[in-house]
């Protein structure tokens, strides 16, 4: 049997946006920006899914390298304790949630300097391409 992985909501919880997550540490303060097929990941987590069915549903529709990124990216999340063990048993219905068409690998990006993000304005401040939360480099505004 294998243990089961459930977002820990408690001290992340979480909003997604388009197709990235933010989650917001309650212990640090920093914010963490899920990216790329990570959104998808954490999607899937908060439905209900089991880590080794999303590994294998990505695997079927996306191939093994896909497979591979995805094991290791639900790997950092638990690294980071953004998903912990759940002894409670496994809802009877697991939410259907949609695969998008291509796999983009997941990421996790972190800010620590949430009051600066906090206090950018995102329409002049951030760089055009990336958008908020990445400032515009210097001289780039």
Known sequence: MTERLVPNSAR???????????????????????TG?????????????????????????????????????IGELRTAEMIVPSAAPPEAIVAVVAWP???????????????????MDPIHDVDATTGWPRAAPDGEV
Not at 17 to 33: K, Q, R, S
Not at 38 to 66: K, M, N, Y
Request: hydrophobic share 55%.
């Open 12 to 34: 992340f919880p979480d909003q997604t946006i388009d197709d990235e997550t933010l989650l917001f540490d309650a212990d640090t303060g920093n914010l963490v920006l899920l």
């Open 37 to 73: 097929f990570g959104s998808v990941v954490w999607t899937h987590l908060l439905a209900g899914a089991d880590a080794a069915a999303i590994a294998a549903g990505v695997a079927e529709r996306f191939g093994s390298e896909a497979a591979e990124a995805t094991r290791a990216f």
């Open 101 to 119: 068409a291509a796999f983009t690998a997941p990421a996790i990006e972190r800010y620590d300097d949430i009051a600066k993000i906090i206090a």
